[in-house]
């Protein structure tokens, strides 16, 4: 079985685009059994537990069976939570295919390329975040500032 799977959040594609790649790579995006998409939103306490559609996927995955996502930084909310679910999906001997990178990535295979790939995503999600905020801080000083 190939299961679609998409997380949808700051920083990542959006759906439509990981829909596509998933279509590309064989996933039939409307088969409710083989689909699988989660939302997270920045800052979402205990965001692991929110991922409902992953965690389906994890239950019913069986070995020889694959996990198809668009982008490395959709296999999780962070570098740590994608290495947990990719040595979960290994532990199952469950393929991964990572479509944006073209990677494939085999049970116990070497995953410090993904890794990598989504920290850095994350780490320049972050900084955008925070540059908009500086942006947002030099346009509206705080009036506390000015009264002293």
């Given at each position: ?46 965001p ?5 559609g ?64 989504v ?30």
């Amino acid at each position: 079985m190939k299961y679609g799977y998409i997380l949808a959040g700051p920083g990542r594609p959006e759906v439509a685009e990981q829909r596509k790649v998933l279509g590309i790579l064989g996933v039939d995006t409307n088969d409710e059994e083989a689909f699988r998409l989660d939302k997270i939103k920045r800052g979402a306490p205990r965001p692991r537990s929110q991922l409902v559609g992953r965690n389906e996927i994890l239950d019913k995955a069986q070995p020889g069976d694959a996990v198809v996502v668009s982008a490395a930084y959709c296999l999780g909310v962070s570098a740590n939570d994608a290495a947990w679910f990719l040595q979960e999906l290994s532990n199952r001997t469950v393929r991964v295919v990572v479509g944006g990178d073209l990677a494939l990535v085999e049970p116990g295979d070497d995953v410090t390329f993904l890794l990598q790939a989504v920290r850095t995503r994350q780490n320049v999600t972050h900084a955008r975040a925070s540059e908009a905020r500086r942006q947002k801080a030099v346009r509206n000083p705080d009036k506390c500032s000015d009264a002293k």
